[in-house]
């Protein structure tokens, strides 16, 4: 409940207190929230439309403590056919 009408600083906040003890975590959230924490994590435009999904790898090191969504890459940003 916390994530559905999030900001996307707001969802980065959930997801960093987890980042240290997972090794996945899936977000499932809705815009703008959603196209804006994707777009900060990819350090690029991002466009995500119903029921897109964008993923990303971490090098496996952990960000500093003020920063450890630190290093993710995107991988792949996918959804259905339009």
């Known amino acids: ?27 499932i959230g809705h815009n703008p929230g959603a196209e804006e924490i994707v777009r900060r ?16 790898e971490t090098d496996g090191e952990r960000g500093p403590d003020d920063a450890p969504l630190e290093g993710l890459r995107l991988l792949d940003v996918f959804g259905p056919p339009a």
């Open 1 to 27: 409940s916390e994530l559905y009408s999030a900001s996307g600083s707001e969802i980065m906040g959930i997801v960093a207190l987890y980042a240290a003890d997972a090794r996945s975590i899936l977000v």
């Open 41 to 56: 994590l990819a350090g690029r435009e991002i466009r995500l439309k119903t029921s897109n999904v964008a993923v990303f």
